[in-house]
């Protein structure tokens, strides 16, 4: 199993859809097929469309507002000694996380091929969030799948979802969280898949799913390669880019530019959720070694039991608390090219004190994950390795677990 | 293919009828009682589908699922499915059985291992819900090799080209689908249009037996008389929940609304 140089990681599938030739693939139901391919010859015309892509531009950069700021968390850096730590602000993007970018391309590519409906999972919520907000944009009737145990964790942005118009359809079934969003989306899209375009909310899914919402959040490492010229007039030597892994689909959005540097160069740490810390469920499926299995569509690292039936998960972040993850991070680990590890419920809540302790800066309970590994390995690495957290999501949709957690508004 | 499936077809053809087929979820609600279940349904239904539940079922709908994680609650395991298709062979050897289920289970069991089992289990065939033509020609010619029909689905989104390459790669029986929907879906074509669909399938090939399932219940199985085969699931499933929460047999109840589908379609 080899990385290719100078293509695009979303494009390295072979032609059923596999990367590495084990991950990935498409396994849908018959009904599916015809859409799936529909969907597949669309996008391929529409990202050589120039037009299309200047349309994608315009709204990134005025709809979005690309691009989203490097700043160096200088207190948080003095504080632990060792390496710089940055944070590239990705919650600074229209709707306060990295999912507006796949929501938006998915607006625009339902619209160019004349759907008027659009249909989304979500498990934090803000897939959702972002979904409804590109709908109202653009005109579109919107219903989000969420997960009966995810609506009440995450209120904030279901209420952000029914203000822009969006019908959030609550999921009842198995563990009430994204796995079965996602399951509950792809049956409604099923039965209705000759009106309605579906977008699925992460590097998950069926490989054209994995493909769209790579190609879309690329954007963060465009923005990040450009912004790291300018700070220290070139790459360089020591990059350590670290970001939180559930889909995977900001960690592919951080990382695709520097796919093709040597590892000794920028190396890439994807953190998972370990779960609570004396739990034995986590959502770490490939720091903690999960087998392959076919779930949503996709042969992926899945936490399933010997029987192939998927199992729960629990983490406290719900953007993360999903047992699958994206076909190209397997790529990634098989390759060597990543490494993966996770952060617990604890170490990701004690990250995100000790950063909005230092720094003017609000992560969400998902990329506080990430934050946890830098605050780990910072001290033990020297001055000029720059460590570069992507800080993909904002606390304000974590308010009550965080009030319920550490007592503070 | 001189199946015990493709001889089922031919059997209720001379008696100018479609075959009934049956689906239940191995373990609904328990091993003991899903067995009694198929064992006393079969006496009504031509050919009996039984699923093996997984508890992530992309295309199923409330009542299926409702089924499977009934089954999967209760301990149902993958060797216990085979274990109750061998034991229904045993009394009712000239009875073809499908098994219907999700790839994952087939895959983390192994592929060859998996129909080694089903050889032994005398299972007739397998669906294989989450793995469409072209990505199932290497599985389905290794069902062949065992002597094992692998069933092909066709859906009302299925094109003019698809069509021809998975009826000339399938075996002795195409599974069509109604209608856009999971199972279970209340039934939105009109019978004349997925007739139409179906007309098409047949004409393609006049050999292949065409069964149609999704939205079938006893409202609407005699408007599709006309098909070689019809499929029931989701409403049997119903069935069993319901007799299940009345605290009522679920053997009788099951067994007479099979009896009742089949008078229809005499």
């Not at chain 1, 946890?372 to 910072?378: L, P």
């Amino acid at each position: 199993m080899k990385l290719k140089k100078k293509i695009p990681l979303i494009d390295q599938h072979d032609g059923y859809g596999f990367w590495g030739g084990k991950f990935g693939g498409s396994f849908i139901p018959e009904t599916l097929k015809k859409p799936v391919e529909d969907l597949t010859r669309e996008f391929s015309k529409l990202r050589n469309n120039k037009k299309f892509l200047k349309k994608r531009d315009y709204y990134f950069k005025n709809y979005i507002g690309s691009p989203t700021s490097l700043v160096k968390l200088e207190n948080l850096s003095n504080h632990l000694g060792g390496a710089q730590i940055w944070a590239k602000v990705v919650s600074e993007a229209n709707g306060g996380a990295h999912k507006i970018y796949n929501a938006t391309v998915h607006a625009l590519i339902c619209k160019a091929m004349g759907k008027k409906y659009i249909v989304g999972d979500t498990g934090a919520g803000y897939a959702g969030k972002m979904l409804s907000m590109a709908a109202k944009k653009f005109g579109l009737k919107c219903k989000i799948f969420m997960g009966a145990k995810d609506i009440k964790r995450q209120k904030p942005n279901c209420d952000a979802m029914r203000k822009n118009g969006a019908e959030i359809v609550p999921v009842y079934s198995g563990s009430q969280t994204l796995v079965d969003a996602v399951s509950e989306c792809m049956r409604y899209w099923v039965s209705n898949c000759d009106t309605t375009h579906m977008c699925v909310g992460s590097t998950v899914g069926p490989n054209i799913f994995v493909k769209i919402c790579g190609w879309s959040t690329a954007q963060i490492s465009r923005e990040l390669k450009i912004q790291i010229k300018q700070e220290f007039k070139k790459i360089p030597k020591k990059i350590k880019l670290i970001n939180c892994v559930g889909g995977g689909s900001s960690a592919y959005g951080f990382w695709s530019e520097f796919i093709d540097f040597d590892k000794s160069q920028v190396e890439l740490v994807g953190v998972e959720a370990g779960g609570p810390r004396k739990s034995k469920l986590h959502a770490a499926p490939l720091s903690r070694n999960a087998k392959i299995g076919i779930l949503h569509g996709a042969a992926s690292y899945v936490c399933q039991n010997n029987e192939g039936q998927i199992n729960e998960t629990e983490s406290i972040s719900a953007g993360l608390d999903y047992p699958g993850v994206s076909p190209i991070h397997c790529f990634l680990k098989d390759t060597k090219r990543a490494r993966y590890t996770y952060a617990t419920d604890e170490e990701a809540l004690k990250a995100h004190v000790m950063v909005t302790k230092f720094e003017k800066l609000n992560p969400s309970l998902e990329p506080s994950h990430a934050f946890a590994e830098a605050i780990k390995i910072a001290p033990k690495l020297k001055k000029d390795t720059i460590i570069i957290v992507n800080s993909c999501g904002d606390a304000k949709k974590d308010r009550d677990i965080l009030k319920d957690r550490l007592g503070k508004n | 293919m001189n199946s015990l499936i493709s001889k089922t077809f031919s059997d209720v053809k001379k008696e100018n009828r479609p075959a009934l087929l049956t689906y239940i979820v191995a373990g609904d609600n328990t091993k003991k009682k899903s067995l009694e279940i198929l064992k006393s349904i079969s006496n009504h239904a031509d050919i009996c589908e039984l699923g093996f539940p997984h508890n992530t079922p992309i295309a199923d709908g409330g009542q299926i699922q409702t089924s499977a994680y009934r089954a999967i609650k209760n301990g149902i395991k993958i060797n216990d499915v085979f274990s109750i298709s061998k034991s229904f062979k045993k009394i009712k050897k000239n009875k073809p059985i499908i098994l219907m289920g999700y790839y994952n289970m087939i895959y983390q069991y192994n592929e060859n291992k998996f129909l080694e089992k089903c050889k032994k289990s005398k299972v007739d065939g397998l669906i294989v819900v989450d793995l469409p033509y072209p990505e199932n020609r290497n599985f389905a010619s290794k069902c062949k090799k065992k002597g094992i029909n692998f069933i092909q689905l066709v859906s009302p989104t299925t094109s003019q080209i698809r069509l021809k390459k998975i009826i000339e790669d399938s075996h002795d029986m195409i599974y069509y689908i109604s209608m856009l929907s999971t199972t279970g879906g209340k039934l939105k074509s009109s019978p004349k249009k997925i007739l139409e669909k179906y007309n098409k399938i047949k004409k393609q090939n006049k050999s292949k037996n065409v069964v149609i399932g999704f939205g079938i219940t006893e409202k609407t199985i005699q408007s599709l008389k006309k098909a070689d085969g019809l499929v029931v699931g989701s409403a049997i499933c119903k069935e069993i929940s319901k007799s299940i929460k009345k605290r009522q047999n679920a053997v009788t109840n099951v067994t007479n609304i099979v009896k009742r589908l089949k008078n229809k379609i005499l």
